[in-house]
């Protein structure tokens, strides 16, 4: 057994980063991960990992004290360590200098090596990655992506309250469908069922009438039944709903929201957007605001036949990626095909305020004018198959004033996709939950 060091009472006084030559002849103790370690001449280089980046520890064999090569011995890559030293500067080192050890603590040797290295080289398949994800998520591009999503997350979040809405949260076990009964994860709630929350629908809405303006971060749940590079079981949603507006004010705040997101990433993550080898370009408002009968003639005139009243296919959404590799919004849906809250037009009730907000060939969010009125909503629940004896704990509320509202759904992972140019919505995703995937 290879001996393992306490803790005891060393604490960090800086991290990878901050090991500068502004720090010349101090005394520094830093933590973190072996990445590598290498001898050239008697001169052993050891590089520490930590959540901002990566230190060099150089060891002079014929200088060092006993303690430290006795330690070396014990050494292996992945190893947490603590080291104490003094800073020298060299220009070689990342961030030009370089810690000289007095002292080195082990605070856990490893059982076994990741099949595939932090630092480059050929990757496996991302299940083996995901198999041991938090490893995974130490590489560097991981960890880009990542902080990407803290600033994005941090952007929205501004945002919204800077606009005045107010950050609500609502329940995840919930006693009826919003999005359509397939999906739905049922689970025994004591001795009822219940289910997992598709969305917030029905309480955001709800919550307009004591707040007006709300948000919610928070976990959706969808029984997907196949496995896509762009479906996850359970997903972050950014949830949007207001009072008093329509979904033509609801798109403005779409196009605002993601004007903010995408400057401050320019602004704040241009180190990991680089790591990424992805460019983001700010998007020009207004966003094109496409009617889904355009879209179908458009996409019949490639020879893609969507008969109306149907959703878009794979194909066809495929065919939209190349023609529309933009931000752009899918307006005025079948009434048919969108869930029973959204409000029919008041000309043609077999269209309704609804819209796709769409970059390429992915659905980012989707939202409308909602109904409002008691009467219109049972009716809605009835031609949709579902019950209004059901949802009779939502329809009391339409007695007490119900104002007109609209908000939307935006997929947070679907966004960060975008952002970050992947193809696989698991690569932005922590921990995925899929089909084949409830652990780790
Ligand atoms: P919708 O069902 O279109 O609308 O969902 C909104 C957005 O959530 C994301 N999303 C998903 N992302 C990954 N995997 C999934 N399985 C998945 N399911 C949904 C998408 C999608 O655009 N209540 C309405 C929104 C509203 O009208 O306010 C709703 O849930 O990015």
Redesign the pocket.
């Known amino acids: 057994m290879k001996k393992i060091d306490e803790l005891g009472d060393w604490r960090r006084t800086h991290y990878s980063v901050e090991i500068t030559p502004r720090l010349e002849n101090k005394r520094v103790t830093v933590f973190g991960w072996l990445a590598s370690i290498r001898e050239q001449g008697g001169i052993v280089f050891l590089i520490l990992n930590d959540k901002d980046g990566m230190v060099q520890v150089t060891i002079h064999k014929d200088r060092a004290p006993n303690s430290i090569l006795e330690k070396l011995k014990n050494l292996n890559e992945h190893s947490s360590i603590g080291v104490r030293g003094i800073v020298k500067s060299i220009k070689k080192a990342p961030h030009g200098a370089e810690i000289i050890p007095e002292e080195i603590r082990i605070l856990s040797t490893t059982q076994r090596q990741p099949p595939f290295s932090l630092f480059g080289g050929k990757m496996p398949s991302i299940d083996k990655r995901l198999d041991i994800r938090v490893i995974d998520l130490r590489r560097p591009k991981a960890q880009s992506i990542f902080k990407i999503r803290h600033t994005v997350l941090k952007a929205i979040r501004d945002f919204l309250i800077s606009k005045g809405y107010v950050e609500v949260s609502t329940p995840k076990i919930i006693a009826t469908a919003?999005?359509g009964g397939a999906?739905l994860f049922p689970l025994l709630y004591y001795d009822k069922e219940a289910f997992l929350a598709?969305?917030?629908?029905l309480y955001?809405e709800q919550l307009v009438i004591p707040f007006e303006k709300v948000f919610e971060i928070g976990p959706?749940f969808?029984a997907?039944e196949s496995r896509t590079l762009?479906?996850?079981?359970e997903?972050i949603?950014i949830?949007?709903?207001e009072a008093f507006v329509s979904y033509e004010d609801t798109m403005k705040l779409i196009e605002q929201m993601i004007h903010h997101v995408t400057k401050t990433i320019n602004d704040k993550c241009s180190e990991e957007m680089k790591l990424l080898k992805h460019k983001l370009m700010i998007p020009k408002a207004p966003f094109k605001r496409l009617t889904y009968d355009y879209i179908i003639k458009m996409l019949e005139k490639e020879d893609v036949i969507v008969n109306w009243g149907e959703d878009l296919s794979t194909q066809a959404l495929k065919i939209l990626g190349e023609i529309l590799p933009e931000f752009y919004f899918i307006t005025d849906w079948p009434t048919a095909i969108k869930?029973f809250?959204?409000k029919p037009k008041d000309g043609n009730q077999d269209i309704c305020e609804?819209f796709?907000?769409m970059h390429g060939s992915?659905?980012?969010?989707?939202?409308?004018s909602?109904v409002s009125s008691k009467r219109l909503l049972m009716k809605r629940l009835k031609e949709q198959g579902l019950k209004p004896k059901l949802f009779e704990y939502h329809l009391r509320i339409f007695d007490y004033g119900m104002p007109p509202h609209a908000?939307?759904?935006?997929?947070l992972?679907?966004?960060m996709m975008v952002l970050t140019g992947q193809e696989n919505?698991r690569e932005v995703t922590m921990f995925p939950r899929d089909q084949f995937r409830l652990a780790p």
């Not at 908000?407 to 997929?411: E, H, K, V």
């Open positions: 919003t999005e999906a598709q969305s917030p629908q955001k959706i969808r997907e762009r479906h996850l079981s997903v949603s949830d949007v709903e869930p809250y959204i609804s796709d907000f992915i659905e980012l969010a989707s939202g409308g909602r908000g939307f759904g935006l997929g992972e679907r966004l919505i």
